[in-house]
């Protein structure tokens, strides 16, 4: 079992910056698969960004790609979100996940994440 907690959220001014931090509970983080989701009102949960086990390979959605970075330090059993040249688009709720079985690359889709923290809200005024 994985318990997230995901912190670092606020209201920020478009084009500022925001870094999300997701601690995990457990031994064997630097087993898991971890991800970055969001969930805006009235909108579905969407993928944002993915990072392999190994920290080798990352994945993001076309909506932050070249705005976001995710990465992770298994020492620390936490994986961030830099989010950089914020837009009001981005403001939702950002959930942290965590998957527990092996892919051979970061994965975009929910099924693939066996854990959920609670969300820290993001929101971007313009």
């Known amino acids: 079992q994985v318990q997230l907690v995901e912190s670092g959220g606020g209201l920020v001014q478009a084009g500022g910056s925001l870094r999300l931090s997701c601690a995990a509970s457990?031994?064997?983080?630097?087993?898991?698969?971890m991800g970055w989701f969001r969930q805006a009102p009235g909108k579905e949960r969407e993928f944002v960004a993915a990072?392999?086990?190994?920290?080798?390979?990352?994945l993001y959605a076309d909506s932050v790609k070249g705005r976001f970075t995710i990465s992770r330090d298994n020492a620390k059993n936490t994986v961030y979100l830099q989010m950089n040249s914020l837009k009001p688009e981005d403001t939702a709720v950002y959930y942290c996940?965590?998957?527990?079985?092996?892919?051979?690359?970061?994965?975009?889709?929910?099924?693939?994440?066996?854990?959920w923290g609670q969300g820290t809200q993001v929101t971007v005024s313009s």
């Open positions: 996940a965590a998957g527990r079985r092996y892919y051979a690359t970061p994965q975009a889709t929910q099924r693939a994440y066996d854990y």
């Open positions: 457990g031994r064997t983080f630097s087993a898991y698969a």
């Open positions: 990072i392999h086990w190994s920290g080798a390979s990352t």
